[in-house]
């Protein structure tokens, strides 16, 4: 997925930089493996009587190529309605009520205690002229799939990242991270949610690029911990890796050092980045993937901009989930971690063909929490 983003570089000469940015690839590398995916266990995770937290990550897609509309409206403004309604129409295909459907299909067979979402969008296009009137809420209609599958998850922290109001072609988009937990096995104490000190910022049109935070500050299945949920800036340029170290250092600053900590989401970097240097060596998190398929690939993202795909090729692991404090003294950290929505058979009913839940891969991870936690030295 490519994003144009034009900012005043810190520690430059302050002269304006236009990056255009990877997030997303769209390579055509199958993902192998996938069935290692379907009920994973791993070093242990049956320990009778031992108490098991578990948390999924999903990235829930805005649902279109947005970032070919900024690019048009920086390069060619003559020629951004046409492009604009191209989006509109991969909008309409991607069809958010069913994707969140799938979704919530997910939360159903797992169960999670504990759910960090990105890209939770609220969606206005209004262009009474050209016929339209687009209006979704991502976090309500999935929440109302929840119900109706008689599942009870509660919001427990949120935070608005990009509020982006384009009032010349009648837009806005406003995205937010949010964390739902299951009152019946989460109790929380204090939820938060903060952008971050270091941000893209203004890239033009108006618009703001933010990024940020949430956590909660809960006991789960009588183990008192902290849970986290983000998104790190997207972009492969060494400036915006550079911007991910220092979010990332902004997260590990501000974690708990007396209580275990589990941080999950997108952060839009692989293994050996500054984002996952900090994260790991300075942070002292481990990264859980690594630690129980470290033998698996792993890779979580990315399906096609209009998830018209029938098979995953997927070439990038950017979701993660770390823990810290969680690790068993001997024995290591104990558990499992799976991915969803990668398998063609988890592709539902669109208005025009079969879509994915979304562009990303979700990512499960269940702990088998050690009798005694806190963070070791």
């Not at 266990?41 to 190529?65: C, L, P, Q, T």
């Not at 970097?269 to 859980?288: A, I, N």
């Not at 009913?349 to 030295?377: C, N």
Request: net charge negative.
């Amino acid at each position: 997925m490519l994003v144009a983003v034009r900012r005043a570089a810190d520690g430059l000469d302050g002269r304006p930089l236009v990056l255009f940015a990877a997030a997303c690839s769209d390579a055509p590398v199958t993902e192998p493996q996938l069935s290692e995916d379907v009920a994973i266990e791993a070093k242990g995770g049956h320990h009778r009587g031992a108490s098991r937290v578990s948390v999924f990550s999903r990235n829930m897609y805005i649902g279109a190529d947005v970032d070919s509309v900024m690019r048009t409206l920086a390069n060619d403004p003559t020629n951004t309605i046409p492009v604009l309604l191209w989006a509109i129409g991969v909008l309409e295909n991607t069809d958010f009520e069913a994707r969140a459907g799938a979704m919530a299909d997910e939360v159903a067979r797992l169960r999670p205690d504990v759910i960090g979402l990105q890209e939770v969008y609220d969606i206005t296009i209004m262009i009474p002229p050209l016929g339209v009137n687009i209006a979704l809420d991502f976090q309500g209609t999935f929440e109302d799939s929840l119900a109706a599958r008689g599942l009870n998850y509660v919001e427990a922290a949120k935070v608005t990242d990009t509020d982006a109001f384009l009032p010349a072609y009648g837009i806005h988009l406003v995205d937010h991270d949010v964390i739902l937990v299951n009152p019946d096995r989460v109790d929380v104490h204090s939820g938060d949610g903060q952008l971050f000190g270091a941000n893209l910022g203004d890239v033009g049109f108006g618009v703001e690029i933010v990024r940020g935070w949430t956590m909660i500050h809960a006991t789960i299945a009588g183990m008192e911990m902290e849970v986290w949920n983000t998104h790190l800036e997207s972009g492969s340029d060494p400036l915006i890796a550079g911007l991910r170290g220092a979010q990332a250092g902004e997260l590990v600053s501000l974690a708990s050092t007396e209580m275990p900590v589990v941080m999950m989401g997108d952060f839009n970097d692989e293994v050996g980045s500054p984002m996952h240097q900090v994260m790991t060596d300075l942070g002292g998190f481990e990264d859980v993937w690594l630690e129980l398929r470290h033998r698996a690939r792993g890779f979580t993202c990315c399906h096609e901009h209009d998830l018209s795909n029938r098979r995953a090729r997927f070439d990038e692991r950017i979701d993660y989930v770390f823990s810290r404090g969680i690790a068993h003294p001997r024995s290591g950290l104990q558990g499992q971690i799976r991915r969803t929505g990668l398998r063609p058979g988890e592709r539902v009913p669109g208005p025009e063909y079969k879509i994915w839940p979304s562009d990303h891969a979700g990512l499960f991870a269940k702990f088998l929490m050690p009798p005694a936690h806190g963070v070791r030295p």
